[in-house]
């Protein structure tokens, strides 16, 4: 059998398990992120922001209805979808760089600003700095 056979068996099977167990739970207790296909299924917000034709349930668990049939609605705390995608993860460690740490001499204030600002930005700084001064120089 093909992995993809097999994988598509697997999702069958964790569909169903997820239609099985949601069938046993009241509307309240589910929150999900859905979209419409049919525009009638849910009733359209008025201006207001308010349900029209909702009962009191629906109009706290209900946030947005965009207009391309996309229902927002809120969340449970504390549940989410599995383990955080790698890209998610902050692996830095804290405080200076390598560089840093090797080319800063200890209490030498103009060593460890050098590392920010080189000469090539210190400069330019100074060209423009003087460029406005004759500009305002000439002006008086």
């Not at 169903?16 to 009638?40: A, P, V």
């Not at 000469?119 to 001064?133: D, L, Q």
Request: charged content about 35%.
């Amino acid at each position: 059998m093909s992995r993809n056979r097999r994988y598509n068996k697997k999702l069958t099977k964790i569909t169903n398990i997820n239609e099985d167990c949601s069938e046993g739970s009241s509307e309240e207790e589910q929150y999900e992120l859905g979209e419409s296909e049919d525009s009638s299924e849910y009733p359209e917000s008025t201006e207001t922001g308010e349900m029209e034709g909702s009962s009191d349930s629906e109009e706290e668990n209900f946030v947005n209805m965009r207009p391309d049939g996309t229902r927002w609605v809120k969340l449970q705390a504390g549940k989410s979808a599995g383990r955080p995608p790698v890209h998610m993860i902050f692996k830095d460690i804290p405080g200076p760089t390598g560089y840093a740490k090797r080319n800063i001499m200890s209490g030498c204030v103009t060593n460890a600003f050098e590392l920010i600002i080189d000469s090539h930005i210190m400069k330019h700084i100074k060209e423009c700095t003087e460029a406005e001064a004759r500009r305002v120089l000439k002006n008086d």
